[in-house]
């Protein structure tokens, strides 16, 4: 058995390792698992210009970019961040258990890109969680905001993971779909997409006491800094 065409997965950790160009990394490594599968270097490269072809409508995703920039430059994390601070009661474990929340309900109708690191998550998301804890810590040390930004991100991949499979229409259930049928367990999507409910609500629970400590740890280390 050749196993030299899984030296395309030592460059891609090597590469991310380095902090290279993540692009030139994914492309060095498909090259180089192509070549060293006994593949022409020119099928290769045509197998790549199809994939991108194929799924060309990827690239429309740079185009909110330029357009969540400028919306930050003109201001909108500052108004994120004023408005939360409007809000009576607002708490930073409230704000960010009500966002998973949404995710998770909105993943679950099939609309997985209504949210986001880039689009929702940094301008918008993470500053008005911020202000929240400053609401109610005060002033935050330098880690307990990276932790803060943290969260934030984290709270939108746990509410997007756990809520898209119970959307019975998407890739990861279909893909599930066919690993159970190979082994002899034929499911339907709906039948998939009703087991992942239970599974939701646990990371639902669970995450959101992670948000809850998190937010009674830094009250409790501005207390004792007292």
Known sequence: MNYWPLAGIAIVVVGFALKFNPLLVVVGAAIATGVLAGLDLVAVVEALGKAFNDNRYISVTW?????????????????????????????????????????????????????????????????????AAEAAHGDLREGDREEVKAMSAATDNVGLFFGEDIFFAIASILLIQGVFEAAGYPLTPLELSVWAIPTAICAFFIHGWRISALDRRIGAGRAARR
């Open 63 to 131: 185009i909110i970019l330029p357009v969540i920039g400028l919306l930050e430059r003109y201001g909108l994390q500052q108004r994120a961040r004023g408005l939360i601070e409007g809000i009576r009661g607002a708490t930073f474990s409230k704000l960010l258990i009500f966002y998973l929340g949404f995710r998770q309900v909105t993943a679950a109708l099939g609309m997985k890109d209504i949210g986001g690191h880039p689009q929702a998550v940094r301008p918008l998301v993470a500053p008005m969680a911020e202000a």
